[in-house]
Nanobody, 126 residues
Framework: QVQLVESGGGWALAGGSLRLSCAAS????????MGWFRQAPGNEREFVSA????????DYADSVKGRFTISRDNAKNTIYLQMNSLKPEDTAVYYC???????????????????WGQGTQVTVSS
């Protein structure tokens, strides 16, 4: 089992930047791919970005490509999401997720992740 703690959420003006962090603490199991999802009020949880265990592969939702950058530090079991050129439509609760079952995966579906953080609120005002 993996415990995840997100940080770095908050408020920003449109065009601004925020950096999210997610630290994973292992009780049992492994940490392979890690990802970020978000959920706005009234909407389903949607994929934002994912990174493979060795950082060799990354994927982004079309809505954030060119603006968001995902990275990870395996020595710290931590991933980051640098969010630039923020838009009001980026407002959501952002969730960190870990896939501890598939060593070579890069899942984009929430169903493929088996560990989730509690979420951190990101609010972007115009």
């Amino acid at each position: 089992q993996v415990q995840l703690v997100e940080s770095g959420g908050g408020w920003a003006l449109a065009g601004g930047s925020l950096r999210l962090s997610c630290a994973a603490s292992l009780r049992t199991g492994r940490v392979y791919a890690m990802g970020w999802f978000r959920q706005a009020p009234g909407n389903e949880r949607e994929f934002v970005s994912a990174i493979s265990w060795n950082s060799g592969r990354r994927d982004y939702a079309d809505s954030v490509k060119g603006r968001f950058t995902i990275s990870r530090d395996n020595a710290k079991n931590t991933i980051y999401l640098q969010m630039n050129s923020l838009k009001p439509e980026d407002t959501a609760v952002y969730y960190c997720a870990v896939d501890s079952r598939t060593p070579w995966g890069l899942p984009v579906s929430a169903d493929e992740y088996d560990n989730w953080g509690q979420g951190t609120q990101v609010t972007v005002s115009s």
